[in-house]
């Protein structure tokens, strides 16, 4: 009976091409416009959440604004945040711009910035020749430097920097190290950048307190603690004035991002599923036309013996049909959407399974709810009223 009743169904969908056609584009329309818009939310999500991952998941970030008698960090303080619980260290950052002399050769506005030995510790692959900033050269102020990649390229093309020789602001600095060449992103480039030991960065700069810093926690489950603990020094060090600093956790961005892009991905689900549901009504119209052109069919096939249950499950499996068929053209054509969307915009593409199983579960559902209403008006007909018609 299920095979009779299939290739029955079959056999009327492709002998009304035109119109199933046009009801198959309903379909296909709200199911395309589901999978591209979370596809496509999904790989902007990866993208942006690796991006603030790279800055570190386990670190902490404090920025001291300070007040008008103490206007950053001191070394004290420094020290008091590496006795932190879970705290495996703390790096200050101290930067500016500034003028650098190079054979003769000026370069202006160039970003200079501090860094201890716990960045070079704590942040992966950011070399690419030398060496970095290390502890002997942050308690002697040593005055050398790790240079970015442009500004080898431009400074000394051709040559081997290390060893060489800079003046940053009327002082020489020799160059250690060579920083590994990346891409813009959130975290921004160090490719045009220099960094020294911060202790000489801020006698080169001018510098007198610090005021930025970043603390890596060993166990990053405890950032709550980690962060009150912080926050107690801090308002000890400003006499508890506010708007004094502020303390940023990158694992909380991640979720709050997380979060955010959830409800984005159920609110544009929610606009795309309206035209799925105008797909599900031309459906439900096409199906309705089908009886009211099939009366005498179902009149002949009842007067034979054809029970009830037979009629409707033909005509449901055409409804089936119609709603897979265009659920699969939507699937594939809303994928290759979101793969162009991904590379003109830069993002990886990404695909789970259940955003599959939504496409399909949603194309069979439009098609059993809204082919049931006419399947059951075809399976109730009166076969004497039905064969009226001949």
């Known amino acids: 009976m299920l095979r009779e009743s299939i290739k029955m169904a079959w056999s009327n969908i492709t002998h009304n091409k035109m119109r199933s056609f046009l009801t198959v584009l309903g379909v296909l329309i709200g199911v395309s416009s589901i999978i591209a818009l979370i596809t496509i939310v999904q790989g902007a999500t990866g993208s942006i959440t690796s991006q603030i991952s790279s800055l570190g998941a386990d670190k902490i970030t404090i920025q001291a604004m300070g007040t008008r008698l103490k206007q950053g960090l001191s070394e004290n303080d420094l020290a008091q945040l590496a006795r932190v619980n879970n705290v495996s260290g703390v790096s200050p950052t101290v930067s500016g711009k500034t003028s650098i002399v190079c054979d003769r050769s000026v370069k202006t506005d160039v970003s200079v910035q501090g860094k201890n030995d716990v960045y070079f510790e704590k942040e992966q692959d950011l070399l690419a020749n030398g060496r970095g900033v290390n502890i002997l050269d942050v308690n002697d102020k040593n005055q050398i430097a790790v240079l970015g990649s442009d500004l080898v390229k431009e400074l000394f093309f051709g040559k081997n920097p290390l060893g060489q020789h800079l003046l940053i602001n009327g002082n020489t600095v020799t160059i250690v190290g060579v920083l590994r060449a990346t891409s813009n992103s959130i975290t921004g480039s160090t490719n045009d950048i220099v960094i020294m030991p911060y202790t000489s960065a801020m006698k080169t700069l001018g510098v007198s307190s610090i005021t930025n810093v970043d603390m890596y926690m060993s166990d990053s489950s405890k950032s709550d603690s980690i962060i009150n603990d912080v926050t107690t020094i801090l308002n000890s060090a400003f006499n508890y004035r506010e ?93 290759a959407v979101a793969i162009a969307a991904s590379i003109l915009m830069g993002f990886s593409f990404t695909m789970t399974a259940w955003t599959i199983l939504l496409a ?30 001949i």
């Open 243 to 335: 708007n004094t600093f502020t303390v940023l956790n990158m694992q909380n961005i991640i979720d709050v991002i997380g979060n955010i892009t959830g409800m984005l991905t159920l609110l544009l689900a929610g606009i795309a599923s309206i035209s799925l549901l105008v797909g599900g009504i031309g459906i439900m119209n096409m199906m309705l036309v089908s009886v009211t052109e099939r009366t005498t069919e179902i009149g002949l096939r009842k007067a034979l013996g054809a029970e009830p249950a037979q009629i409707q499950l033909q005509f449901l499996i055409e409804s089936i049909f119609i709603s897979l068929f265009g659920g699969l053209l939507g699937l594939i054509i809303g994928i």
């Open 360 to 389: 399909v579960g949603f194309s069979a559902a439009v098609g059993i709810i809204f082919g049931l209403a006419p399947a059951r008006k075809a399976s109730r007909l009166n076969p004497i009223d039905a064969l009226r018609h």
